[in-house]
Nanobody, 124 residues
Framework: QVHVVESGGGLVQAGGSLSLSCAVSGRRFSEIAVGWFRQAPGKEREFVAGISVSGNFTYYSDPVKGRFTISRDNAKNMGHLQMSSLKSEDTAVYYC?????????????????WGQGTQVTVSS
């Protein structure tokens, strides 16, 4: 069973940066894609970014495109999300998920392996 643990959230002022990390265990990391999702209060969970198994393909939602960068470190079984130029509307709990396809995650296909999430709060 895949186990994911997110970390790196916190409080930041608008315009600032944060870096999130996702530690993955229970599955060969080099064979899975990694995705980041977020859920703001009163809203449904939404796709934020995904990176393919090879790392050669990345996907971003329109609201974060150009500001967020997803990456992966196969040696450490970790995924990362570098967030910059943060806005108040980025405030949410951020979750990591894994799947065989990052493109599929962008379309809403996810595994049942959700972590506890990490809170990101952007003050304006």
């Amino acid at each position: 069973q895949v186990h994911v643990v997110e970390s790196g959230g916190g409080l930041v002022q608008a315009g600032g940066s944060l870096s999130l990390s996702c530690a993955v265990s229970g599955r060969r990391f080099s064979e899975i894609a990694v995705g980041w999702f977020r859920q703001a209060p009163g809203k449904e969970r939404e796709f934020v970014a995904g990176i393919s198994v090879s790392g050669n393909f990345t996907y971003y939602s329109d609201p974060v495109k150009g500001r967020f960068t997803i990456s992966r470190d196969n040696a450490k079984n970790m995924g990362h999300l570098q967030m910059s130029s943060l806005k108040s509307e980025d405030t949410a709990v951020y979750y990591c998920n894994v799947h065989r396809s990052a493109a599929a995650m962008r379309s809403g296909y996810v595994s049942a392996s959700w972590g506890q999430g990490t809170q990101v709060t952007v003050s304006s």
